[in-house]
């Protein structure tokens, strides 16, 4: 039974994120999409609302479901029976920070991080690509899944045009 963990801020998720959702759900038996609830960072959605968006998103794939997790993801991965890691790997510059988590993941519970490349498509894309975008009132359609656009537009356009 693989049980997968696809961590991150999703603040908000995009056409990327949805892209390694679907295909880590093929990959795995069970994948959990985790939005982080960090106190530290004041990111742009609150937490239900990046969960709620991600619930929205991830419908079509009856194996995966949305949580959120606080403090660290190892902790939270070994309680909730997670024997694997997804992260989305963009370009040369993601490999560093990635790496580094991987191996230091592994060694605190000995989980595994498995990677897969972006799409080609997918490649350029970030959650504050997105912001940036957003604040030019630029409709998002090439940017977040279909279910959420007029959400983010909105929302980002009047929050972030001043
Ligand atoms: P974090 O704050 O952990 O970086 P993100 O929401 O930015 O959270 O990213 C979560 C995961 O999604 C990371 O593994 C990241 O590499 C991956 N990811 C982000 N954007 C893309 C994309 N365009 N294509 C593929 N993977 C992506």
Known sequence: MKKALFAGSFNPPTLGHLDIIERASKVADTLVVAAVQN???????????????LRDVVKPFKNVEVLSFQGLVVHWAEEHGVNMLVRGLRAYSDFDYEMRMALVNRMMTGVETVFLMADPGHIHLSSSLVCEIARHKQRLNAFVPQEIEEFVYKRLSAKLAN
């Open 39 to 53: 106190a530290e960072k004041s990111p742009l959605f609150s937490l239900e609302e990046r969960l709620q968006m």
